[in-house]
């Protein structure tokens, strides 16, 4: 007679078919918190939705959710089909899962130990209806806790992260603890982003690096990964994203910066190819 399945293992195969018909599944990591990285997250989310790709975006930074926020989709709620999930649509087809759409009042605070963070994120792998997509994008909370390693371990083919960082020292030292965890964790590193690089006047039009300017690259040469670009600070950016706008999709005159996300997403397009077979050897290995 054979053994019943124990949850977990019923949990894990379901994870499995879920991630199967995703192609490429990228982590958005930051060694920090206030680089940005929930705000870099969403736009290249939306502007890989905008370009034609089905693109999922999944925020599992369960205690300060803003991915719902940030797309003004928040108050809105989740629709269950045949048991599974179904995701948030946002505008251009972006399919996204936050906790902010399971939580009834935005400042119900979530006050969970690592056990009950994992389950809920196992749920939004393997229990949500993702379908067939070309990209989901997992944002995930600063540093190397539970949640990013959460999903390194229940993806077992994660196709890479992204490392989001702002110039200076201090931010640029942690974000290379997020590129050790990765490799690790044997998950390729898709690149590092230097977020809120340079400031350009709009009086005098001169550019000031108010947060110093090429720490990622170095770092990206020194650690010999990708460096996938440069986002200049914009307050414009700020404002979209508390308006509940992609920036990148807000009519202002923000081309520049536009700009930036579209060769990033480029970048990023390009080391995906690259890896693709990496990961795969990695996968077997597991």
């Known amino acids: 007679m054979e053994n019943p399945k124990s949850k977990q293992d019923e949990q894990a195969e379901r994870i499995s078919g879920r991630m199967g018909r995703i192609k490429n599944k990228i982590l958005v990591m930051s060694g920090k918190g206030g680089v940005g990285k929930t705000t870099v997250a969403v736009n290249l989310a939306y502007a890989m939705a905008v370009s034609g790709k089905k693109t999922g975006l999944l925020d599992v930074d369960l ?8 797309l003004g989709i928040e108050g809105k709620t989740l629709a269950q089909n045949n048991g599974a999930i179904t995701p948030f649509a946002a505008e251009h087809g972006l399919k996204v899962i936050s906790m902010a759409l399971l939580l009834e009042n935005s400042d119900e605070p979530v006050i969970w130990r690592g056990p009950l963070k994992t389950g809920v994120i196992g749920q939004f792998l393997g229990d949500v209806e993702w379908g067939d997509l070309d990209y989901l994008i997992i944002d995930s909370p600063p540093g190397t806790g539970d949640e990013p390693l959460s999903i390194c371990q229940l993806i077992k083919d994660i196709t890479g992260a992204i490392i989001v960082t702002t110039p200076q020292d201090v931010a640029i030292l942690d974000s290379r603890k997020a590129v050790m965890f990765a ?50 600070f914009n307050p414009q950016m700020v404002e979209a994203g508390d308006a509940g706008i992609p920036f990148i999709s807000s009519s202002k005159n923000n081309f520049v910066s536009k700009e930036e996300f579209g060769k990033i997403v480029e970048k ?6 690259k890896n693709k077979e990496a990961v795969t050897a990695l996968s077997r290995n597991r």
Request: charged share 15%.
């Open 183 to 232: 490799r690790r964790l044997d998950v390729p590193v898709t690149g590092i982003i230097e977020n809120m690089s340079g400031f350009t006047c709009p009086h005098c039009h001169k550019n000031i690096n108010i947060f110093k300017k090429g720490g990622a690259e170095k770092t990206a040469q020194s650690m010999n990964i990708p460096f996938l670009g440069c986002i200049s």
């Open 268 to 273: 990023i397009e390009t080391v995906m190819q």
């Open 63 to 70: 205690h300060g959710p803003n991915v719902a926020k940030m």
